[in-house]
């Protein structure tokens, strides 16, 4: 079972420290954000900056830790009604399914944004019009993403527009590409409404868009209320977002097994989120034990 790390999460100042001290840890895969592994690179930058000298060097790191990159992060806002923003934002994804093909990711990934510049969560996400304008937005990224044979991924966030696994199946299926895939992140679907659905939510998320899945991303969930404000105050590198706390695996209430069953029968890696050097190894140790009862 191929378990990884944020990068970002990993100790170290470097890309090479980070990597180094993820798989002294036992990742063996791991998720890349560029603007918060390479001091300086800043994502506006990213058309000039993601070079073949670039990629030769990040590959040769992959290679000297013996890890693979299976996401290259580019969660930036397709939706903004902001058109100069918009041009820039679309030639940040380009480069990055470029790089992502030099280095040999398995998928370039992003959440779905807002109709709005503040890439805000609003009601106006959830509507038909902020679904098809994502959908037209989302076209020419396919499109080159098809071009370059490199994937990319749309991971469902309740707060954004694509919201629910429902929306998410619309998607994929308008597009019907082998180049758009899923990031499914089962703690992304909850908020306080559905809360006490999470087991429903989670298998009605696999039983749509497992078929899709490319990568999973496994994070634990606290409620609002006393033990979640304990966590926070106890525990580094947690988000709160809709009255839940996303915390490392092992700490909260999820239920990983329709997951881990999801992640066994397509030999699917995942990668940990919300977890912080002290506490990531012992993350990868719990799915581990969990899975062999999955």
Not at 30 to 38: E, F, L, P, Q
Not at 67 to 73: P, S
Not at 130 to 159: H, K, N, T, W, Y
Not at 178 to 205: C, K, Y
Request: charged share 20%.
């Amino acid at each position: 079972m191929q378990i990884g790390l944020r990068l970002h999460d990993a100790a170290g100042a470097t890309l090479e420290e980070k990597m180094r001290n993820a798989r002294e840890q036992g990742f063996t895969c791991c998720h890349i954000a560029m603007s918060k592994v390479i001091p300086g690179f800043k994502m506006a930058d990213a058309p000039a900056l993601l070079t073949e000298e670039l990629a030769a060097e990040v590959k040769a790191l992959l290679r000297k830790y013996d890890m693979t990159c299976v996401l290259l992060g580019c969660y930036l806002n397709l939706c903004s009604p902001d058109e100069e923003a918009h041009a820039r934002t679309l030639d940040i994804y380009k480069a990055h399914l470029r790089f992502g093909k030099m280095i040999g990711a398995r998928l370039v990934g992003t959440e779905t944004g807002a109709p709005n510049v503040a890439y805000a969560s609003s009601p106006a996400c959830w509507t038909e019009e902020a679904l098809a304008l994502f959908m037209e937005r989302a076209a020419p990224v396919v499109r080159f993403a098809e071009e370059v044979g490199q994937v990319f991924a749309i991971e469902p966030v309740c707060r954004h527009i694509v919201s629910t696994p429902e929306r998410c199946q619309r998607v994929i299926e308008h597009f019907d590409s082998p180049m758009l895939r899923v990031i499914l992140d089962g703690v992304n679907l909850l908020d306080w409404h559905n809360v006490h659905q999470a087991e429903s939510v989670v298998l009605d998320a696999v039983g749509r868009l497992g078929p899709y899945a490319e990568l999973l991303h496994m994070k634990d969930f606290i409620p609002d209320g006393p033990a979640c404000q304990q966590a926070r105050m106890d525990v580094a590198n947690t988000l709160m977002f809709d009255g839940l706390l996303s915390i490392a695996c092992g700490l909260g209430q999820m239920n990983y097994q329709p997951l881990l069953a999801l992640a066994k029968e397509r030999s699917l890696p995942m990668t940990l989120e919300n977890t912080n050097p002290a506490n990531a190894e012992t993350a990868r140790l719990h799915l581990l034990a969990l899975a062999g009862n999955a």
